[in-house]
């Protein structure tokens, strides 16, 4: 178990073909939370955000995506959790179609995209309008699902035939039977607002759908380190990156 503590647009510490299951949760582009590191890290401090970060933002996250693929062992998975991103820049209201534009991304590197998760963010408060009360046409949806996209690096992976090590690391139907439905109803981990971290269930889940017992799992935004804790549990060996020094 290593976090290392440097941005993941160069992993030179990890080889080629050497992780096996990469769940991970970038800052979002165009979230007004993320803004300050996104000037920082970009020696912009005074330039205010504009429509066109968006593809300015994605550009920056497509080098750690090739990174990904390229310490990805062939038939590995990228799990990535991304949510669009609601704004208005210059008077105008528009969702940033940040799952959509990565997808295509990742597409024309060379993954190849398989169903999405749906998070459904289970909430207790009802669902906050925003428009112009009852009158059409100018309300817009409430957001209250964000994506886990899947992303294969080629095929499927090979195994030998009763290979010990996957069948030691077999789940059950009734698990299969939830974890597997395309719509995942979990509520936010507690003081995700803050933190933005994701509750350990969504990890917990993706490292037995996707990875044996042993096998190398990486997280080049690892954040509070959800996806190391669950690797700890699950007996998966973990690689993190993480910029921020105070996270663990
Ligand atoms: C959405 S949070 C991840 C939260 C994590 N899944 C958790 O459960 O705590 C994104 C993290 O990426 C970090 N980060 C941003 N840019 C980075 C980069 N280039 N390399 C490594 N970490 C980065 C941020 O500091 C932040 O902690």
């Known amino acids: 178990m290593i976090i290392h503590h440097k941005s993941s ?32 890290c970009h020696g912009r401090e005074d330039v205010v955000i504009g429509k066109e970060d968006f593809w300015i933002q994605h550009d920056r996250l497509l080098r750690i995506w090739a990174e990904c693929k390229r310490v990805l062992v062939p038939g590995g998975l990228l799990c990535l959790n991304i949510g669009d991103a609601t704004r208005t820049i210059d008077g105008e209201f528009c969702c940033y179609p940040n799952y959509a534009y990565v997808t295509i991304q990742l ?34 949806i409430a957001q209250d699902c964000e994506y886990i996209g899947i992303y294969r690096n080629g095929g499927k992976r090979v195994f030998t035939p009763h290979d010990p090590q996957r069948y030691a690391s077999e789940f059950t139907k009734e698990q299969r039977d939830v974890w ?69």
Not at 110 to 133: D, E, H, Q, Y
Request: hydrophobic share 40%.
């Open 9 to 40: 647009e160069k992993m030179d510490e990890v080889d080629n073909e050497f992780v096996h299951l990469i769940i991970t949760s970038p800052p979002y582009p165009m979230i007004q939370k993320w803004d300050e590191l996104e000037l920082f």
């Open 180 to 248: 597997f439905q395309q719509v995942w109803n979990i509520p936010g981990a507690a003081g995700a607002k803050k933190t933005s971290a994701f509750p350990e269930e969504i990890p917990y889940r993706l490292v037995q759908m996707f990875s044996c017992i042993d096998e190398v799992v990486l997280d080049p935004f690892s954040g509070t380190g959800t996806t190391k804790t669950v690797c700890e549990i699950l007996e998966r060996e973990f690689i993190g990156y993480e910029v921020e020094e105070n996270n663990p």
């Open 107 to 140: 597409f024309k590197m060379g993954f190849t995209p398989l169903v999405p998760i749906i998070w459904r963010k289970i909430s207790n408060r009802p669902n906050a309008f925003l428009g112009s009360g009852m009158l059409p046409p100018n309300g817009y």
